[in-house]
């Protein structure tokens, strides 16, 4: 009987700004954020001021052993010293439920725990069922609904996790 080979997720990486595939991994994503998220809610434009600020990160991960095509990132920022928020978590859709936005997530909130970050919140439509659940897997709670956070008429629960 032959032995089945498991499947080894890729990693998770994290932008280096300085790294001479970059600018590649970064049109990818922008690429990415305009395909997921509405036009106002997008990122795309603004990304590169975003992480600019140092107490931004964004991990990564890749389709394959070639790391050709970017398929799912997390974006964070460290409001202070003890808290934090996750201001995107994306992934490709042909490429869901295999486990990427699970160890985005995972890897997002091991990194701020690293920092010596309490407490971990983020935003997230009430409609996207998917990414609730989720974020109550990987243990955070919704704390409030905030009205209109999206648009009128468009909700959100800020989620947090204590860590």
């Given at each position: 009987?032959?032995?089945?080979?498991?499947?080894?997720?890729?990693?998770?990486?994290?932008?280096?700004?300085?790294?001479?595939?970059?600018?590649?991994?970064?049109?990818?994503?922008?690429?990415?954020?305009?395909?997921?998220?509405?036009?106002?809610?997008?990122?795309?434009?603004?990304?590169?001021?975003?992480?600019?600020?140092?107490?931004?990160?964004?991990?990564?991960?890749?389709?394959?052993?070639?790391?050709?095509?970017?398929?799912?990132?997390?974006?964070?920022?460290?409001?202070?010293?003890?808290?934090?928020?996750?201001?995107?978590?994306?992934?490709?859709?042909?490429?869901?439920?295999q486990g990427h936005g699970e160890a985005l997530l995972a890897a997002a909130v091991e990194r701020c725990r690293r920092r010596k970050i309490q407490r971990l919140s983020l935003h997230v439509d009430p409609t996207r069922t998917a990414a609730v659940a989720l974020y109550r897997k990987a243990g955070f709670q919704v704390d409030t609904t905030v009205e209109g956070y999206y648009a009128p008429h468009r909700d959100a629960y800020r989620m947090y996790l204590d860590l």
């Open positions: 009987m032959a032995a089945v080979a498991a499947a080894v997720a890729p990693p998770i990486l994290e932008l280096d700004p300085s790294h001479d595939r970059a600018g590649r991994v970064m049109e990818d994503i922008v690429r990415l954020e305009r395909r997921i998220f509405p036009k106002h809610e997008s990122l795309a434009r603004s990304l590169h001021d975003e992480l600019k600020r140092r107490n931004s990160g964004l991990i990564y991960t890749t389709s394959g052993a070639d790391g050709e095509e970017v398929i799912g990132y997390a974006m964070y920022t460290c409001n202070t010293s003890l808290c934090a928020t996750i201001t995107k978590l994306a992934v490709k859709e042909s490429c869901r439920r």
